[in-house]
């Protein structure tokens, strides 16, 4: 008879108290064991297989917590018990969906912090992130919440590395969009949000993260209306929550030169996507009035003219010369002229 066999049978049990004993009991056992009955030999991994598997919310509550402390332990190898919990999670109940993205998220940040914040895999579907997000719908909601937990808790590792980490997670989520249902602009709309916002908790930290997000937006589709409205709410969140990092900064005498440069990148990626030969036309009204708010809160804040916004300038003469809205038009040429004041101002300074 295998070894745990007896422990497996008691953990079915309906009782959930008895269970989750017999599911600590396979753990302590899985530790204690022998290498041919431990935690990597057959008999071992079936149990713990067995375990993730079950239909009783107690076994499973129990040995999720039971695995990610074994893995903490270095008691058996964190790439294997990301798969372990990925395997669990695209083949368990919805009920359980949240629990697995839990566990995977603790799994992702204890993997960061062994690597000192330069954790690499070999290829970008090897993503711990990205195969959550692959898996199934389901999981949208609570890896939002992982990603969020993974920037605050790593933070301390340095936000440039954390957003390395995080890029190509990022730029999936906005490459995947023109082929998946409409949750999965739900999902960017939700994650995009969700960080930009958190960048204004930790405003000396969020440069990195910006430039992350302004990075991302290099990929986003604009070829109809509904893509066109799910840009305008991404830099609508970006927009608010630059300005008030930006502010933050300004007030505190701190990375002033690289905030301004960071708003004004900004501006020309998302400007740049609106001179594309694949974009729809028109709808252009509502980006130029948010991103003129960028530039409009510089101004205000005393920041100079600078010499970079020369190319934003040329890209809203092509967009102008490409409306055939007047309301567009007369928009664009009030952007075109605060930007020509401002420059003046600095002239006579």
């Not at 629990?99 to 912090?113: C, D, M, S």
């Not at 900064?249 to 998302?270: I, K, P, R």
């Not at 948010?290 to 040329?314: G, M, N």
């Amino acid at each position: 008879m295998d070894s745990y066999s007896p422990l497996l049978e008691k953990a079915r049990v309906p009782q959930p108290s008895l269970q989750k004993f017999a599911v600590v009991s396979i753990f302590s056992k899985l530790r204690t064991s022998p290498a041919h009955l431990g935690p990597d030999s057959e008999p071992g991994r079936d149990a713990i297989t067995q375990c993730l598997n079950s239909s009783s919310p107690a076994v499973v509550d129990q040995t999720v917590r039971e695995f990610c402390r074994l893995v903490a332990d270095s008691k058996f190898d964190l790439s294997l018990g990301l798969l372990e919990l990925q395997s669990a999670l695209e083949g368990s109940d919805p009920k359980f969906v949240t629990l697995f993205v839990k566990a995977l998220g603790h799994l992702v940040r204890l993997g960061f912090e062994r690597f000192n914040g330069s954790w690499k895999f070999g290829a970008t579907e090897n993503h711990p992130f990205i195969k959550i997000l692959s898996s199934r719908n389901e999981v949208h909601t609570e890896l939002v919440q992982q990603v969020l937990l993974f920037m605050t808790q790593n933070k301390h590792l340095g936000m440039v590395e954390v957003c390395e980490f995080l890029r190509p997670f990022f730029n999936f989520s906005i490459l995947r969009m023109p082929f998946s249902d409409s949750l999965s602009s739900l999902f960017v709309r939700q994650l995009v949000s969700s960080v930009a916002s958190l960048c204004c908790s930790f405003p000396s930290d969020a440069l990195p993260v910006f430039e992350v997000l302004r990075g991302c937006l290099e990929y986003f589709p604009l070829k109809n209306s509904k893509e066109q409205r799910n840009l305008e709410f991404v830099v609508d969140c970006m927009v608010d929550s630059y300005i008030v990092v930006l502010r933050h900064l300004v007030s505190n005498g701190l990375l002033v030169t690289e905030a301004q440069m960071s708003g004004m990148e900004l501006l020309g990626t998302v400007l740049s996507l609106y001179t594309s030969p694949f974009k729809q036309s028109g709808g252009v009204e509502h980006i130029v009035e948010v991103l003129k708010h960028v530039l409009v809160a510089q101004f205000e804040l005393r920041l100079q003219y600078k010499p970079e916004l020369s190319s934003v300038i040329l890209y809203l003469f092509s967009i102008l010369i490409d409306s055939e809205l007047e309301h567009e038009q007369l928009c664009i040429l009030k952007f075109l002229l605060f930007l020509i004041n401002w420059k003046s101002e600095n002239v006579l300074f």
